[in-house]
């Protein structure tokens, strides 16, 4: 029987219907998960905290997608998906560019499925070009003399046999680890996938790899790969595979319960996604992400790390900070905006010396694209804060940075309101 996709949205608490297996199989997710962001009540309530992504464990299956409705709808669900999907591929987070097939994945749901789809494609699209193959060195007892003789090995183990030698040479092969742990991941989600579709695509990637061998690995071995020019063009697929082996929840794949999981925090890759754009727009400063700042306060030092600052000429004089939110209140005037957020901007522009700052909030369905602008007072000199919401589903990386660039230039401020700090 097709195990059932058990839908939640981050930071939302939905009271499940749960079979005795899916309650088991979700505590042993909790327990994968990093503390504090998981919880599951007596009365089925599931809650995910600040995570999206998916979970595949024995035969359930749990995905957790952004909320872009301020209620839940079934809307929400695909919608969710796709929203995911844009922003993992557009931002090539995690250096996974994800190719834009033909084939739509419109009727999937299932954001593991789609995943299996994208990788299954990638394997298909990179191998049939070229296979790759390494020189692996290679010892062996043959008839033939190639390579060098291992005159030590020869005397042990071919005594009786003074036609047989023990050679070593280098072979030019496509059984290597690159390939073998591609060809291994594919063919555990093989069994893994539900869909017929995807068993297809999954057997055709594998017709690529079929001189190569299932292999067991470590964590530390697949992080030892290195890419150059010679290999550059497997990287892609590689990281991929990887992304399906361990993320976040690094988990076995051994026995009837094998896991698979990708689970990303949202604000991270919303924050990710805002800088991709920022760069990507034609804005004639340097566009920096995440950069630390100490700040010592006597014998105490503190780090503080904007998430997007814009410098001219090597000086800062923008700083963005992006949040994964609901802004609106019942007035729809970004009158649910916490003043956590406007003290912490406030303070990066103190100290970073600048006099403009942005908060970027998604635009959830049933709310217009507002941009507001605020005059933070205190003794000190007035700072200008911009509140933007983006449409984030609607738009491009490209048509959002494009966006963001022609608010961030605007210069001349009407109809502010003044907010005493």
Known sequence: MTPEVITIFEDRRKRLDLTKTQVD?????????????????????????????FFSYGK????????????????????GVELLTKLLSE???????????????????????????????EIIATYSKEIHKEYNNITEDSGFVKGKIDFNQTFTKCVSRKDRHIVLYDAYQENN??????????ILLMNKTNKQHNRFLLRKALTYLCDCEFMVTTKEQIDRVKFNRLNATFENVFNIAKMFYYNETPTGYIGEKSSFSFMVKLNELYEYYLYKALKKADMNVAVGYQNS?????????YSIKPDIILKKDGVVNYIIDAKYKYPHGEKGDFD?????????????????????????YPLFEGSETQIKRIMLNDMDTPIELTLICIDIKKDSIDEMGQKLREVLKFNVVNDMNTIAI
């Open 25 to 53: 199989d979700l505590l042993h997710i909790k327990d994968l998960m990093p503390a504090g962001s998981m919880s599951i009540s007596a009365d089925g309530a599931v809650q995910v905290m600040h995570y999206v992504g």
């Open 60 to 79: 359930t299956r749990l995905q957790v997608l952004p909320k872009i409705f301020e209620k839940e709808t079934e809307t929400e669900k695909i919608q």
């Open 91 to 121: 931002s090539e987070y995690y250096k996974i560019k994800i190719l834009n097939n033909q084939e739509s994945d419109s009727d999937y749901s299932d954001l593991f499925e789609i995943f299996i789809t994208k990788f299954a494609n």
């Open 177 to 186: 680890f690159i390939n073998n742990f591609i060809m291994t991941v594919a």
């Open 293 to 301: 700042h100490q700040l010592i306060k006597g014998e105490n030092r």
């Open 336 to 360: 649910k905006i916490g003043q956590g957020d406007i003290y912490q901007v406030f303070t990066y522009a103190r100290v970073y010396g600048v006099n403009k700052v942005a908060l970027v």
